[in-house]
């Protein structure tokens, strides 16, 4: 996922990826100005490793010193509270605990904010979910971006009005867009105030090999081809740049 932290001075962008794949996740860290990993249980669950503790290692020490998020998968408070702790033992104190923002939830994100917990309050569709955690203490508020469009919800409209209560109320809380599914949507939402964003790997590989984009390149390349030769590239004239 694409992350975009504001900044008083300023707008500075911040790139989310949803993977749970470390290979995979490998890859897109050493293509792109990755930021921070995320996950939720049923990306977790698609590996079919038995050993959740053992995932999340491997995310940190894959990720580095890169945000990671991880979420709980108990709906009950003492629960919850114990699985955060938990995740943090493995994926380090710099673990984000992502918790669903209902009303457990939101009691549980109250009691780890003031324990110095970082977390996010994930599965959010409307600014009401969202502020009440900016308001508990979230890190991040995630909004669900494209599937709030397609429950009929104005998502733009949704995350506007909780960047102007962060604003209005100074809060420390960031709004991390999720589920962004075209990049009209990723625009958007930035329009209206998210500070972060994610994608999923395949979305970010699908707009950078737009068409057209590598119709023009070829022509660009066959243009100089006809004069320097086919497969001829400035590698192949070092011998001759002479001295500067």
């Known amino acids: 996922m694409i992350a975009i932290q504001r900044k008083r ?7 989310m990826l949803n993977c749970e794949n470390s290979e995979l996740l490998k890859k ?11 996950v939720n249980p049923k990306m977790v669950s698609r590996l079919k490793n038995l050993d959740f503790f053992d ?16 979420q709980v998968t108990s709906p009950i408070y003492e629960e ?3 699985e955060a702790d938990l995740i943090r033992k493995a994926g380090g104190e710099e673990t984000y605990v992502k918790i669903p923002a209902n009303e457990i939830g939101i009691k549980a994100i109250k009691t780890l904010s003031a324990r110095g917990y970082r977390t996010t309050a994930t599965v959010v569709y409307s600014a009401g979910q969202g502020i009440l955690a900016l308001k508990a203490g979230a890190s991040y508020v995630a909004p669900f971006y494209g599937p709030m ?17 962060r604003a209005a109320s100074g809060c420390e809380g960031k709004i991390l867009t999720a589920a962004c599914r075209t ?28 068409k057209p984009s590598i ?21 192949d004239m070092k011998s001759e740049v002479g001295s500067c």
């Open 215 to 235: 119709d023009i390149l070829n022509d660009f390349i066959c243009s100089w081809e006809e004069t320097y030769g086919a497969g001829k590239k400035i590698i």
């Open 80 to 82: 919850i509270l114990e």
């Open 149 to 165: 469009l397609k429950a009929g919800i104005d998502a733009e409209t949704e995350v506007r009005r909780m960047a102007v209560y």
């Open 183 to 210: 990049f009209e949507q990723f625009g958007r939402a930035i329009a209206a105030g998210s500070d972060a964003l994610t994608v999923d790997p395949g979305f970010l590989t699908q707009e950078m090999n737009v």
């Open 28 to 38: 897109y860290m050493d293509i792109y100005p990755i930021d921070g990993i995320t």
């Open 9 to 15: 001075e300023g707008i500075m962008k911040e790139l």
């Open 55 to 70: 995932v999340v290692r491997t995310l940190r020490k894959t990720a580095g010193s890169k945000k990671l998020y991880v």
